[in-house]
Every structure is written in structure tokens, then in C-alpha cells.
């Protein structure tokens, strides 16, 4: 028998049903903000049992961006997290001692943009040059923003950058104390909305409009974790993958499961943001015809080569060393009906 067939063989899905508490595996999971509509899907695998029925015992946690996820995984403080690609990517262009990846895609969208208010005349991403932009150090959106400015053809370099806490983010544009903000779709949107700024007068710039056509939020796991547990990596990609299509099916259930997480949760708000996430970001016209897990690896390499030109890396990567489809589940898991 060789590797591969061996692999194969050790990542055929757990039984499911009858599975006793002793024989659960503990999973550490960091989700890659705070609980909102987009992550409400998360909470449903874990709510509705998901996890459990393929014998993971599984601890959630908000997660603070999502180049703060795989810093925690590779130090030890998650198994696993959802997360957007790219940082990681970056990680591993840097740092070849890393030894995660991704076994599984899930958004097939980039939901990574600039945002900006029409009072501060930006109108195109070179409208940034001299400009303040507010983010997280750990923000995806900030620390993929010089592939962006390169995709875009300007100097990225020539933006004024200001860290913030994530809460604070979104209120330092509507004050006019930065001129922009980077992050998702799905959470600068909503939070400037919430904040009472009208739509028609945000701007948004998304990074695939302007030639960084990233793939994007993604399990991230390293490859010690998932070839110790294959069945487990599995059943994760299992769960969340259902909970996926039972969120698109009934968005008010998620949105319930949420607020049960998080009491103060604005039903409105949060339902909006799940829709754009669902309908949007993961459940494009290619994954409603084909299903999960049918990954254009091209794609995946383009943008692993983005980052290294873009970071101005020589070491490069070849998109296996990001994206292992062998722990995807059978192909009628990955496509419900």
C-alpha cells in the first residue's frame, strides 16, 4: 500500500450516530471575528450537533482577524479556525518552518474591500495615495493591501496607516478620523450601517474588482494536527459544511443560534450580514452548480504568487503546500440536496 492510498484509507468518515462522550475528539476552534451574522453559521455546527455526530467535542471561540488565526495556531492556543487564506499564506512564504494549510475553502468570494465615506473623495483605489486607513494590525484586508495596491497600479506604500482595536474601526471613519477602513464586506458594511451612515454614501472598493480575485475565508489547521486526526479534519469540513446549507436554508434559525451566543445580537443587522456571507461569498453561481470542493488550484497559485510579489518574497510556494483536497469528505457531503 502506498502514502497516498494509506491517506485515503485514514480519512474514511467516522460513524456517526452512537458515538459515546469518551470517544469524542477535542477540538480547539477560533472563528475569525467576533460572533456576527457571517459566523453564525460556525455556531450552527456546533449548536445542532453537527460536530458531535462526527465524534468532535468541539470549544469555539471568537477570533480578532484573520491574521491573528493562524498565529495562534501555530503556536499551539487552537486545533483548527476559520479563517481568510491569505495571511497564512504570507506566513508560510516567510517563515517555511510553518506548517500549516488549508483542507478546505469555504468562501469562494473574496469579501476583503477598502471602504470609504463619499465626503472623502476616493473614487478609485490611486485616491488612497497620502491617505489614512484605519485597521487591526491583524486585519486581513491591511496585511494584503500591498497586493491590492499592486493589482490596482499604485504605490501602496504611500498610505498612512493607523492601528486600532477592532471595535474601533469602524467608528474612526464615521468620525471622520481616518479616511478609510479596510476588512470584509460583511463586517465594515453592516457596522457603518449600524452606525447610522447611509449606504448610498459608503464606497467600497472590493480587492477582486480591482484584479486581487483572492480566494478567501478558509479551515486552517496544521499538517501535524490533521495527519494525527484525519477523520476528525474531515468531520469538521462535514459539519461545517451542512451548517452552511442549513443557514442558506433557513437564515432566521442561524440568526437565533447567534443570538443565543450573543444576547445583544441586532437581528436585522446580523441577518443582512449572513445573506451577503451565504449568498454572496460562499453560495456563488460556481459552488450552487458544482458543490464545495472543486477548487480551480490555478487560482489558488495566482494568488499565493500575489502575496510573493506583492511582499516582494523570493521563496516561492506551490499551491499544494496551501491546499490538500485529500481530507475532503465524499463528493455527496460536499454538495447537499
Known sequence: MNRRTALALSLAPLAAPGVHSQTLTNVRFSADWAFQGPQAAFLVALERGHFRREGLNVTMERGFGSGDVPVKIAGGAFDVGVADVNPMIRMKLE??????????????????????????????PADLVGKSIAAPDSDAGRQLFPAFARAAGFDG??????????????????????NAITGFITSGIFSL????????????MKFNQFGADFYATALLTSRRWAQANPAATTGIIRALIRAQYDSLADPA?????????EPLTDIPLETARLRMALEELTFT????????????TARVQRGIDAVREAFAIQRQVPWS??????YLPAAADLRLT
Open 95 to 124: 517563515r517555511p518552518d510553518v506548517d500549516l494549510f488549508t483542507p478546505f475553502l469555504l468562501y469562494d468570494a473574496t469579501a476583503l474591500a477598502v471602504m470609504t465615506l463619499k465626503r472623502e473623495n476616493i473614487a478609485r
Open 157 to 178: 506604500s504611500r498610505v498612512n496607516w493607523i492601528s486600532v482595536a477592532p471595535p474601533l474601526r469602524e467608528p474612526m471613519l464615521a468620525q471622520g478620523r481616518a
Open 193 to 204: 450601517r449600524g452606525l447610522g451612515i447611509r449606504d448610498e454614501d459608503i464606497v467600497t
Open 253 to 261: 434559525m442561524a440568526i437565533d443560534v447567534l443570538r443565543r451566543r
Open 285 to 296: 453561481a460556481h459552488v450552487r452548480q458544482n458543490g464545495f470542493g472543486q477548487v480551480d
Open 321 to 326: 503546500e496551501i491546499y490538500d483536497p485529500r
